[in-house]
């Protein structure tokens, strides 16, 4: 998630875009309570807070005079917990909602914001025949399904990621022989611009080829993404902008060993990336600066087992979700380690059985992964809560 940015503005509304809490400031200065005097109030401040393992947040504002209400313009969207000058929004839904902080002796300071409460999870669904996978949406709370468009077409493709903001999606094209695709496209949610339908952007890369796993970064500027150099054959992690341009070469893996690169995940505060990276029969997690510095091991794996394709950073980017499996079968186990517990003493098993793909959700509670289908996991409660899909062909659950 990002971090706030906090600023004193002179409008009564300001809009801003955030998930699941809340992320604006604005200020307002004007005769209150009939008597002529000067009222301020200062700038509504929201800092992230954790509650219960949930990531939340905390606004608080202070006039220069009398007490503060507040209030939310859909309770049905965003709830306000407050006592004066303090304020914790509980998002329960998608949609637009205004929080405003009133002193008793006026005026009012407002600020609007699209609550997005991330409710989907998107992955690729393999088909038969040689046909494709294509892109496909499921809703967690009712489980229903929607297959993903472009440009009024079905989207096929795979490894799909969300952009922060759940308005766009980034997936690799499955339009070019033996998958070797040198393209990555970003297409609208819902396949539509104001309902119309409209064509993905297209980003293509002349000296790279077989794409995998584009992740957009937290501020939604950059993807980091795995592929292969057209000239030397290594594979390597790779970032570029959204408005395309040269890529920037993050890693390159070993050129001895059979070295495989997994899913790169970025930190919620966009200064990291997580990544797998196979060496032989083993592969492990490992992380890097976001622009490709310090890369460090972080699991060290032994014997039968060998971590899986991805880890990804919990809520507060001090702890990393990870497969750990046995060689030889698809059993998996999700564990959790410390980013700076390089002597892999595991805080604990999570889930048995799993198959590959953690991800957390962005208010930090759940993870989704596969489990005969697509299943999500109460991180705090440790309870699985729900398969939302069931059947074969179902892979990179991503919310």
Same mark, same amino acid.
């Given at each position: ?30 005769n209150g309570g009939g008597g002529g005097e000067s009222v301020t109030i200062s700038a509504i401040a929201c800092a992230k807070t954790q509650q219960v393992g949930v990531a939340s947040y905390q606004c ?113 094209? &499955? ?67 959204? &408005? ?78 990870? &497969? ?76």
């Amino acid at each position: 998630m990002r971090v706030p940015r906090f600023f004193v503005a002179s409008a009564a509304l300001v809009a801003f875009f955030f998930v699941g809490g809340c992320a604006s400031t604005a200020s307002s200065t004007g005769n209150g309570g009939g008597g002529g005097e000067s009222v301020t109030i200062s700038a509504i401040a929201c800092a992230k807070t954790q509650q219960v393992g949930v990531a939340s947040y905390q606004c608080s504002a202070t006039p220069s005079s009398g007490e503060l209400t507040w209030s939310s313009s859909d309770q049905t969207v965003e709830t306000i917990d407050a006592t004066s000058g303090v304020a914790i929004p509980n998002a329960t839904k998608t949609g637009t909602v205004t929080i405003t902080a009133t002193s008793t002796k006026e005026p009012a300071v407002a600020v609007t914001q699209q609550v997005n409460v991330a409710n989907q999870i998107v992955y690729h669904q393999m088909r038969d025949g040689g046909l494709p996978p294509q892109i496909w949406v499921v809703n967690v709370d009712t489980k229903a399904t929607t297959q993903i468009q472009a440009a009024g077409v079905n989207a096929d493709g795979y490894d799909p990621n969300y952009f922060s903001d759940h308005q766009r999606i980034a997936f690799v094209p &499955n339009d070019l022989p033996n998958n070797a695709s040198d393209e990555i496209e970003i297409v609208a949610t819902d396949g539509t611009v104001d309902g119309v339908p409209t064509a993905p952007i297209i980003l293509t890369f002349s000296n790279l080829g077989n794409i995998d796993m584009p992740m957009p970064s937290p501020d939604g500027t950059s993807l980091a993404f795995i592929a292969q150099d057209a000239t030397s054959k290594l594979q390597g992690i790779y970032a570029v902008t959204i &408005n395309g341009g040269t890529p920037q070469r993050l890693y390159q893996g070993r050129t001895t060993g059979g070295i495989g690169l997994g899913q790169p995940m970025w930190s919620h505060d966009g200064k990291h990336v997580v990544y797998n990276q196979a060496s032989g029969a083993y592969s492990d997690i490992w992380t890097m600066g976001a622009n490709g510095v310090n890369p460090s091991q972080i699991t060290y794996t032994v014997g039968t087992s060998y971590t899986g394709a991805n880890g990804v950073f919990a809520e507060g980017d001090q702890t990393i979700f990870y &497969n750990l499996c046995t060689t030889g079968t698809t059993d998996c186990e999700i564990y959790s380690i410390a980013v700076d517990n390089t002597d892999q003493n595991n805080l604990g098993t999570l889930v048995t059985n799993a198959g590959l793909g953690p991800v957390v959700s962005p208010n930090g509670q759940f993870i989704t992964f596969n489990y005969g289908g697509i299943a999500i996991y109460d991180i705090v409660n440790q309870t699985l809560v729900q398969v939302l899909t069931s059947g074969g062909g179902m892979d990179h659950p991503s919310w």
